[in-house]
């Protein structure tokens, strides 16, 4: 089983900047993708943005192309979400996933969420 622990987030004004950062513990060898997962209330789960620990690619929604920058220290089995112009639509619940492959079980597991809230 793999850790994470986001931090970085709070509350902001539109057009602020906000870095996120999740720190992965435990069986790291067995995670191929990380990603960042947002929860806004009343809404479904939204992925935001993913990235390959092997190689970096990375993936992004439509919403956050361009403002969301995700990137990984593989060292340091951390991987951040650099979020900048943000807009009030941006608030939510941030969870950082991570994508696990053990032989041929995959299975995510999931950090407790940090909340940024973004004001207009």
């Known amino acids: 089983q793999v850790q994470l622990v986001e931090s970085g987030g709070g509350l902001v004004q539109a057009g602020d900047s906000l870095r996120l950062s999740c720190a992965a513990s435990g069986r790291t060898v067995s995670i191929y993708e990380m990603a960042w997962v947002r929860q806004a209330p009343g809404k479904e789960r939204e992925s935001v943005a993913r990235?390959?620990?092997?190689?970096?690619?990375?993936n992004y929604a439509d919403s956050v192309k361009g403002r969301f920058t995700i990137s990984r220290d593989n060292a340091a089995n951390t991987v951040y979400l650099q979020m900048n112009s943000l807009k009030p639509e941006d608030t939510a619940v941030y969870y950082c996933?991570?994508?696990?492959?053990?032989?041929?079980?995959?299975?995510?597991?999931w950090g407790q969420g940090t909340q940024v809230t973004v004001s207009s």
């Open positions: 996933r991570a994508a696990i492959r053990i032989l041929n079980t995959y299975y995510n597991d």
């Open positions: 990235i390959s620990w092997n190689d970096g690619q990375t």
